[in-house]
Nanobody
Framework: QVQLVESGGGLVQAGDSLRLSCAASGRTFSTGAMGWFRQAPGKEREVVAGTNWSGGTTYYADSVKGRFTTSRDNAKNTLYLQMNSLKREDTAVYYC??????????????????????WGQGTQVTVSS
């Protein structure tokens, strides 16, 4: 079992920055790729970003490319999402997710929620203006 706990959300103004953290515990050795998803009111859950186990491969949704950066520190079992130049449309509940290490990922895999086994509880990001 793997537990994911997110932190760093809050209320900010357009143009501000936030860094979300996702701390993993439990059988973290069994995890591989990780990702960030978000769900805005009245909308479907959508992928934001993802990374493979080593952090050497990253994926970003077109809507956040150039503004968001995901990284991981495996020594701390923590995944990060640095969000810059936030826009009102970034307002959503943000979730982190982890896949089993045995799950194979390609460049087309990161957007598929079914690839991920473990999910955090979500953290609210609200961007005003």
């Amino acid at each position: 079992q793997v537990q994911l706990v997110e932190s760093g959300g809050g209320l900010v103004q357009a143009g501000d920055s936030l860094r979300l953290s996702c701390a993993a515990s439990g059988r973290t050795f069994s995890t591989g790729a990780m990702g960030w998803f978000r769900q805005a009111p009245g909308k479907e859950r959508e992928v934001v970003a993802g990374t493979n186990w080593s952090g050497g491969t990253t994926y970003y949704a077109d809507s956040v490319k150039g503004r968001f950066t995901t990284s991981r520190d495996n020594a701390k079992n923590t995944l990060y999402l640095q969000m810059n130049s936030l826009k009102r449309e970034d307002t959503a509940v943000y979730y982190c997710a982890a896949a089993r290490r045995s799950m194979s990922f390609t460049s087309d895999s990161y957007s598929l929620s079914g690839k991920y086994t473990y999910w955090g509880q979500g953290t609210q990001v609200t961007v005003s203006s």
